[in-house]
């Protein structure tokens, strides 16, 4: 039945456009816009239904919906149309962000703060060092490196290093409600993709900014130094704010507050990225607040989890839907290295990790996995990079675009089964509220 | 809205932040009216019928769209378009759920007969009323311009609000009040407008492919409804949980709305059908999915009437006397239809009943179908129009609340038509 509906939904619109196939501006575009959001909604739902009976994460089946009925393959889903739906992107990774700072409960995340500290620090720095060091050892394979000196060649190596190891607490934060998973591990990955976030950001920073001097462009350590500190101490003030405006509607005006969450999460993720600030530390801030400075972090997470499915199954499929298959094929065979790379090195590196902080062993077996999905960052980093060393941005960009492009389909898959053998999917379901149980979190249990 | 406004850049990022906190502001106030706090405090001021409509909303959606105050100037309204498309959808598919086999066949033959003499002699005094209006103002007098103009306008005048103090509740004894059938059959009247309109006066667009005579699109706009409902029927099958089925919910209006805007059809009826076909079919989530639109309808409506109320365009002398004619064409086409009822022997309402009927405010489906024209079409007619009704909305809705507060003679029972209007908003 539910295949059935998927080919009907397309059968529909490939009708429908084949009314006015020119027509995505003028009248039309606004009914382009409303039917793709439509169409998307329902086939990424009824998708994510499909994909979850095989035993694989609802949100890839989201993802493949949005590849499949993108401008790449079927051109179900127009450019323009997906431009318009992209006023979702900042929306959900605010959400998303939201939830992950309501999560960080400091009382629950205390005994972990050990693991994850020796994660951040061997995990994800040493996964920096082994992606700079391969890019650095593979520059034959790209023809970006041929003309640069050996310096250069370290300096951009490093760049794309950092870009490379960017997780997503989009994804993660996606499959922990999805799988309804509560326990060490789902929480050790969570804090790690969160902070390592910030260290990402500022590592990027920093190693841009040196990087851009070896091609001759002057780097102001005290511009660089105040661009950082804007981004970082601005965002976690304006976080501040926003969770004192969350905790204050939930005390005084209570109810119906499922709207006003999704506005705050609206101006934090507009109105923070054009005036630089970084929308994911905004709202990872304002959530963390709200979890442990009120007793508002539980009615915050039940608020997004009723309001934000629609929110979520939109930003998905439209992340798949501007997946760059075309880079896959340019860069396909290093990016395939890189990726296989990059595992590897969480994957080991976590036990090492583990190892020096004496985690339990489902921390050092499976957390690994956590580590690898990889999204919205790796992409706003593969454009900052491009927009930094416009020379050889293009075809280096796209080397991060077709490695985000393999994670953002094989890494979810291998997090949710790694969440299943942990024994952490289901758990949390059955911590909560009998009353609030079967209440769906990110994805319903429901349909099967 | 008009076509140049796509795509002009925003200039500044400052100018950028101010219109994204201006909307945030706007839609937060939206959901704070739609709190139940709120709303008992409107209740309490005795205010309940004009903010139940939604009047200051469009009063803020039209001081936000002023150039002085720059909140929604025309580039952001073409940013808010799938959204009035959205709403649209959503307005006629809740109008239609209400179209449910058992509630239509509760109404009484000499009531639908009152009903069909309401709606008729309405929509005849008010195509004569504008019609005359649009000969002597409207450029393109003679063509069919004019009759679809003068069409759109009767359709929407036809209707009644669906709540507020004319309406009673709507079951007493196993029927339907007499009341609250004629009411629930003027939307009716709307929407055979609406969908005549739509598929007979074609939009000028050099983009379609498909060149179809009126009555193809009339078919293909039912069967399209038709296929939507059945589609949204299967689909919530197949759903159980709260979350999915307001997904789902979303997901086809949207997807209906944004169809039948595409092929230049009235997302409001095309919605409406798929809607009436859903209320029509057995299904067991019956009750979920009217909770699903009930929760959703207010917010979804006071947005609509935001953004509404930012394409009013004041300045010209013609919508505000459409809006008077309007107002005259309803009351005058009301009046009379009383008269007829009576000679026929057909039910006649009370005389109290029948006063605050004749004064009954359009309510948001008459809004939304001018504004639908808008969506449709281009021309300098339309913005008179959307200016016309949605002014005679206002005048309408506040002559009702004087009328039961016996300001315009009659007794005047504000204690309780304040309790129904609370109930939800006047679709």
């Keep these: 039945m539910r295949v059935f509906l998927l080919i009907v939904f397309a059968g529909l619109m490939h009708a429908t456009r084949s009314f006015a196939p020119q027509a995505d501006a003028g009248g039309a575009g606004a009914a382009g816009t409303a039917v793709a959001f439509g169409y998307l909604l329902l086939s990424a739902l009824f998708a994510g239904s499909i994909f979850k009976s095989f035993g694989l994460p609802r949100l890839t089946g989201y993802l493949v919906t949005g590849i499949v009925a993108g401008p790449q393959v079927l051109g179900l889903v127009s450019m323009p149309a997906l431009e318009n739906l992209e006023i979702f992107n900042g929306m959900a990774i605010a959400l998303i962000a939201l939830t992950a700072g309501a999560e960080l409960g400091v009382r629950e995340m205390k005994p972990l703060l050990r693991s994850i500290f020796w994660l951040i620090v061997v995990a994800v720095l040493g996964v920096m060092g082994i992606l700079s060091l391969t890019i650095y050892l593979c520059r034959d394979l790209l023809p970006f490196f041929d003309h640069l000196t050996m310096i250069q060649a370290v300096g951009v190596a490093a760049v794309l290093g950092v870009t490379m190891t960017a997780q997503s607490p989009a994804v993660v934060i996606a499959l922990r409600s999805e799988m309804q998973a509560e326990g060490p591990v789902s929480r050790t990955v969570l804090g790690v993709v969160v902070l390592s976030d910030l260290v990402v950001i500022l590592i990027f920073a920093v190693v841009s900014s040196l990087t851009r001097t070896l091609f001759g462009n002057s780097a102001d350590a005290l511009e660089t130094a105040g661009r950082l500190a804007w981004e970082i101490l601005g965002s976690v003030g304006a976080g501040v704010l926003a969770g004192l405006l969350l905790g204050g509607f939930f005390k005084y005006v209570k109810g119906g507050a499922a709207l006003f969450v999704l506005a705050v999460a609206f101006v934090m993720a507009e109105v923070g990225q054009r005036i630089a600030f970084d929308p994911l530390i905004i709202a990872c801030t304002a959530g963390a607040l709200v979890r442990n400075a009120t007793s508002f972090g539980h009615k915050l997470l039940d608020e997004i989890e009723g309001s934000s499915l629609a929110v979520y199954v939109v930003f998905f499929a439209v992340t798949g839907a501007t997946i760059h298959i075309d880079a896959l094929r340019m860069v396909g065979i290093p990016a395939a290295i890189f990726v296989l790379v990059r595992g590897t090195g969480f994957y080991s590196l976590t036990w090492v990790a583990g190892a020096l902080a004496r985690a339990p062993l489902p921390i050092r077996k499976y957390a690994g996995f956590g580590l690898m999905p990889q999204a919205g960052l790796a992409l706003a980093l593969a454009l900052l990079f491009s927009r930094t060393f416009p020379d050889l941005g293009v075809t280096a960009a796209a080397l991060v675009l077709g490695g985000v492009a393999i994670n953002e389909m094989v890494a979810p898959v291998l997090y949710r089964i790694a969440l299943v053998r942990s024994g952490e999917a289901g758990a949390a379901n059955a911590d909560r509220d009998p009353a609030l149980q079967g209440v769906p979190a990110l994805a319903s249990e429901g349909e099967g | ?427």
């Design chain 2, 1 to 427: 809205m008009e076509g140049p406004a796509v795509g002009t850049p925003f200039r500044t990022a400052s100018e950028v932040i101010k219109i994204i906190l201006g909307l945030v502001a706007l839609f937060a106030l939206a959901a704070l009216g739609a709190h139940p706090k709120v709303r008992r405090l409107e209740r309490r001021l005795r205010i309940s019928g004009v903010i139940t409509a939604g009047i200051p909303f469009v009063i803020l959606g039209f001081i936000a769209s002023l150039p002085s105050v720059g909140v929604m100037p025309e580039n952001v309204l073409w940013v808010l378009r799938p959204v009035l498309v959205l709403a649209l959808g959503w307005i006629g598919f809740v109008v239609g759920f209400r179209f449910d086999a058992a509630a239509i066949e509760s109404i009484q033959r000499r009531v639908a007969t009152t009903g069909f003499f309401v709606g008729s002699f309405t929509f005849a005094s008010i195509l004569i009323f504008c019609g005359l209006l649009l000969l002597v103002a409207e450029p393109a007098a003679g063509t069919g311009t004019f009759f679809r103009d003068a069409i759109l306008l009767a359709s929407a005048g036809s209707v009644i609000a669906h709540r507020g103090p004319h309406v009673p509740t709507r079951r007493e004894g196993g029927r339907a009040d007499p009341i609250w059938g004629i009411v629930h059959l003027q939307h009716l009247a709307g929407i055979i407008g609406l969908l005549i309109v739509a598929a007979y006066f074609r939009p000028n667009d050099s983009t379609m492919t498909w060149q179809l005579p009126g009555t193809a699109w009339l078919f293909i706009t039912l069967g399209l409804g038709t296929a939507i409902g059945g589609i949204v029927y299967a689909t919530l099958s197949s759903v159980k949980s709260g979350s999915d089925f307001t997904v789902v919910l979303l997901g086809s209006v949207g997807f209906a709305a944004g169809i039948a805007g595409f092929l230049r059809l009235s997302p409001i009826v095309v919605c409406f059908v798929a809607g009436f076909m859903l209320a029509n079919l057995p299904f067991h989530t019956r009750a979920l999915v009217r909770s699903t639109l009930v929760r959703l309808e207010r917010p979804i409506y006071l947005v609509f009437l935001l953004v509404s109320g930012s394409l009013l365009r004041v300045n010209e002398w013609q919508g505000w006397m459409i809006m008077l004619l309007l107002v005259a064409g309803t009351i005058f086409g009301r009046s009379v239809a009383w008269e007829v009822s009576r000679r026929r022997h057909v039910y006649v309402p009370g005389n109290e009943e029948k006063r605050r009927l004749t004064l009954a405010p359009l309510g948001a489906l008459a809004v939304a179908v001018a504004v639908n024209a808008q969506l449709l079409y281009y021309g300098p007619v339309i913005p008179w129009l959307v200016v016309g009704v949605i002014g005679a909305s206002i005048i309408t809705e506040i002559l009702v609340q004087f009328s039961a507060r016996g300001f315009l003679g009659g007794g005047g029972t504000a204690g309780e038509p304040a309790r129904r209007e609370a109930e939800g908003v006047p679709l």
